[in-house]
């Protein structure tokens, strides 16, 4: 089962893909953890894509391509995997059909998150994550809070906010970013039938874990 999240920053494909994966026992595959876990241990991939995370834009395809070709290779991802925050593109897209027809795998389903534009910004300003690099756990201050202020409910270990959600020049860019480059792999995926849309907003009370469940419902 090879699945993605698609949707912009903030809408919550991290939390939905964590859950996700804990049900169906398939691992989460997120870029922008690797990234950030090879950032935190200072490895030369890490100091590379800084460069280029801090200020908002995306790694060069020749890092982040082989990397989640690495991945996908590895025995973790031998039943698939849940891909989180890439393609990001229509050329990686492109790439990942190739690589996974190499495996004799494809894309079988395809999760777009929608959330309205007002929500976004504010979500990533509120949003904190688990800074233990096993646990990862996300939070939202307003939304879904820990506990007990500033600490993980998991494995009590202390909450951080990303430095790329504390800028405010940081998170426009991502978002322009996406609309530009990203928003065009819903039509690419809706062409091979593999997508499905769902809203998650605050407006209708419907959150990342309800979504999540319905998923997980029709996997069964
Ligand atoms: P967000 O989607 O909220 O920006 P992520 O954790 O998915 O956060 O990614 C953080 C950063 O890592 C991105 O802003 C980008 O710089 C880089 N990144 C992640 N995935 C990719 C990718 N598929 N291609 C290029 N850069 C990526
Ligand atoms: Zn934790």
């Known amino acids: ?3 993605i999240m698609l949707g912009a920053q903030g809408t919550g494909k991290g939390t939905v893909a964590g859950l996700i994966s804990e049900k169906i026992g398939i691992p989460q595959i997120s870029t922008g953890d690797i990234f950030r876990k090879n950032i935190n241990e200072k490895t030369p991939l890490g100091i590379e894509a800084d460069k280029y995370i801090s200020k908002g834009n995306l790694v060069p395809d020749d890092i982040t391509v082989p990397m989640v070709e690495e991945v996908l290779s590895s025995e973790e991802a031998k039943n698939g995997a849940i891909l989180d925050g890439f393609p990001r593109t229509i050329e990686q897209a492109e790439k990942l059909d190739k690589i996974l027809e190499a495996k004799g795998k494809k894309v ?6 929608v959330t ?4 976004l910004i504010d979500r990533m300003l509120t949003r904190r994550v688990c800074s233990n690099q096993n646990c990862k756990t996300i939070y939202n201050i307003k939304l879904h809070p820990p506990i007990k202020e500033g600490v993980c409910d998991k494995c009590g270990a202390l909450l951080k906010q990303r430095e790329d959600d504390s800028d405010p020049e940081a998170i426009k860019r991502r978002l322009e970013i996406y609309e530009e480059k990203t928003s065009p792999l819903v039509e690419y995926y809706k ?6 849309s769902e809203t998650v907003s605050i ?3 419907r959150m990342g874990k309800d979504v999540a469940k319905e998923i997980v419902e029709t996997l069964k």
């Not at 079988?108 to 998150?113: A, P, Q, R, S």
């Not at 309205?116 to 929500?119: A, I, R, T, V, W």
């Open 1 to 3: 089962m090879i699945m």
């Open 108 to 113: 079988d389903m395809v999760i777009n998150l």
């Open 203 to 205: 407006s209708i009370n």
């Open 116 to 119: 309205p534009k007002e929500e």
């Open 191 to 196: 062409n091979k039938g593999v997508l499905k």
